[in-house]
């Protein structure tokens, strides 16, 4: 009885984090919003949200970054500088890295519309739909430990 009743939430969380998945990380409400205002003459304006989107990422990232080096390490458990140092480091290399896997993961997400007059408006909805979740992921890291 006390497996059933973990189980029945387990049910009903892993079928709400697999329907708030389902999107298409393809279209965005920005961009629709561009389209609907100009049509197909929206080149402008989807570079202007695409503008806006990396400014925002940029802007959390390094935001992050200044978090971290000015944090007062000694709140660590018998931590040293060279922690902190590591840490900011580490965010570093993953921003590069997830920056590649940006632009490669939105290659492949935009496949269908290559070819067609889509692939602009497809492409920049990918990034920033994706750039949306890497500035969640950022502001995740937490340096407190409480």
Request: proline share 1%; hydrophobic share 35%; net charge neutral.
């Amino acid at each position: 009885m006390n497996k059933l009743l973990i189980f029945i939430p387990l049910l009903f969380i892993s079928y709400g984090l697999s329907a708030a998945s389902t999107g298409n990380i393809t279209t965005s409400k920005i961009v629709d919003q561009c389209f609907d205002k100009y049509g197909e003459n929206n080149v402008e304006c989807l570079e202007e949200m695409s503008d806006k989107s990396e400014h925002q990422l940029k802007k959390s990232y390094q935001k992050k970054l200044k978090e971290i080096n000015s944090f007062d390490y000694t709140k660590w458990w018998m931590a040293d500088e060279n922690r902190r140092t590591g840490m900011a480091d580490a965010l570093k290399k993953s921003q590069v890295q997830w920056l590649k896997y940006r632009s490669d993961y939105c290659n492949a997400a935009t496949t269908a519309a290559q070819g067609t007059h889509y692939l602009g408006a497809a492409f920049t909805s990918c990034e920033i739909n994706m750039n949306k979740r890497r500035i969640a992921e950022i502001e995740m890291i937490k340096l407190d430990t409480e």
